[in-house]
C-alpha cells in the first residue's frame, strides 16, 4: 500500500505558475505509475495527465497541453505538477493517483486504473 499527500495548491492569478508535488509512502515508488487528476465544483472528476514507472513516457489532457508538465523523482518518491500560463477554468481541486504495475511503460488516463489517491490540494486562478 501507499500513502499520498499533496501539496503547492494555492491562488493565483490568470497567467501565473504553480507547481504541485506528490510525496508518496508505504512501498517501492517506481513500481507504480502515477497520475493527476482534478474536480471543479459541480463537475466530475477529470483526467490531467499521467506518467509511467519509469517516467519515459507521460500524457496529457488536451485541455493542459503546453502549459502542463508532469514529471516524477524515484530517489524521492514524489511527483510533480508543473502548471504554467494557468487559466480560471483550471481551478479546481488537484489530486495524484497511484496504480501499482508491472508495466514500466505504460501510462494510465482513467480514474477507475487507479488504487491510491490523495487528500487533494485545491488550486484557484483568479481572472
Known amino acids: 500500500q501507499v500513502q499520498l499527500v499533496e501539496s503547492g495548491g494555492g491562488l493565483v492569478q490568470a497567467g501565473g505558475s504553480l507547481r504541485l508535488s506528490c510525496a508518496a509512502s508505504g512501498r517501492t515508488f517506481s513500481t507504480y505509475a502515477m497520475g493527476w487528476f482534478r474536480q471543479a465544483p459541480g463537475k466530475e472528476r477529470e483526467f490531467v495527465t499521467a506518467?509511467?514507472?519509469?517516467?519515459?513516457?507521460?500524457v496529457y489532457a488536451d485541455s493542459v497541453k503546453g502549459r502542463f508538465t508532469i514529471s516524477r523523482d524515484n530517489a524521492k518518491d514524489t511527483v510533480y505538477l508543473q502548471m504554467n500560463s494557468l487559466k480560471p477554468e483550471d481551478t479546481a481541486v488537484y489530486y495524484c493517483?497511484?496504480?501499482?504495475?508491472?508495466?514500466?511503460?505504460?501510462?494510465?488516463?482513467?480514474?477507475?486504473?487507479?488504487?491510491?489517491w490523495g487528500q487533494g490540494t485545491q488550486v484557484t486562478v483568479s481572472s
Open positions: 493517483a497511484a496504480v501499482l504495475t508491472g508495466a514500466y511503460y505504460i501510462t494510465y488516463t482513467s480514474s477507475y486504473d487507479y488504487d491510491y
Open positions: 506518467i509511467s514507472c519509469s517516467g519515459d513516457n507521460t
